[in-house]
């Protein structure tokens, strides 16, 4: 069992940044693949990147590729999206999530866990 809360969300201009922080609970966390999704009011939830448990293995959508940066911290049990030069179009509620093997996926119903979400509000 895997908990995730996430946080660092808020309100930010266009080219700015913002660090999201997603702590996790639980014995398996470790040797979890992590992933950052995001839904958008009207939209579908969208694949961000995932990171697999060793760190070795990084996805990114084209959409944030270059922009945004995943990390993982085993040793605190954390794992950050660094997003920068954001625009518009990043604002949605970002979730982390995480699934119990080793293998990165960019289908959210790949993943057994998530957190609650937290908002990202870019000004234009």
């Known amino acids: 069992q895997v908990q995730l809360v996430e946080s660092g969300g808020g309100l930010v201009q266009a080219g700015g940044s913002l660090r999201l922080s997603c702590a996790a609970s639980?014995?398996?966390?470790?040797?979890?693949?992590i992933g950052w999704f995001r839904q958008a009011p009207g939209k579908e939830r969208e694949f961000i990147t995932t990171?697999?448990?060793?760190?070795?293995?990084?996805d990114y959508a084209d959409s944030v590729k270059g922009r945004f940066t995943i990390a993982r911290d085993n040793a605190k049990n954390m794992v950050y999206l660094q997003m920068d030069s954001l625009k518009h179009e990043d604002t949605a509620v970002y979730y982390c999530a995480a699934r119990s093997t080793l293998f990165i996926s960019r289908r959210g119903s790949d993943y057994d866990y998530w957190g609650q979400g937290t908002q990202v509000t870019v000004s234009s």
């Open positions: 639980g014995r398996t966390f470790t040797t979890s693949t």
């Open positions: 990171m697999s448990w060793t760190g070795d293995m990084t």
